[in-house]
């Protein structure tokens, strides 16, 4: 299983940038496909916010989440959100709370995570799956 971070979702739908929307795209059809994307429900939620925060319309979030939620096969639980927030003392960085989340979540369950997002490496030493960081 494969854990996606929200930001892979959102550019493939909304992106100033072709070759991510592209590359987002591509990635998420080839995940479907194999029936290997996995997600957790910080990333319907953070999906839900940002899609409304760049206007898209009520009824298109409400197909995209329609579409991913079936992919969010469990739940976060108190002890991982307490572990994210032992992570982001290790690294000394608790605006990274949300990424720390996701990261946990993803040791759990899959064993690897893609993401745009840079932050992510502040925790390659610290985990044993692999995280990709996307680039276009």
Do not use: G
Not at 31 to 39: A, E
Not at 66 to 83: A, F, G, M, Q, T
């Amino acid at each position: 299983m494969i854990y996606l971070d929200t930001n892979v979702i959102v550019y493939s739908y909304v992106s100033p940038d072709d070759q991510k929307q592209v590359l987002s795209s591509q990635l998420i059809e080839s995940l479907i496909s194999d029936n290997s994307l996995f997600l957790s429900p910080l990333v319907v939620q953070e999906l839900i916010f940002v899609l409304n925060k760049l206007h898209l319309p009520k009824p298109e979030i409400s197909d995209i989440i329609e579409l991913y939620k079936k992919y969010c096969r469990r739940n976060i639980n108190k002890k991982l959100v307490l572990d994210a927030y032992e992570l982001c003392l290790e690294v000394d960085n608790l605006k990274l709370i949300n990424d720390a989340i996701h990261l946990k979540f993803a040791e759990a369950y899959t064993s690897k995570l893609i993401t745009f997002d840079k932050d992510f490496n502040k925790f390659k030493y610290l985990t044993s799956i692999v995280i990709e960081i996307l680039e276009t």
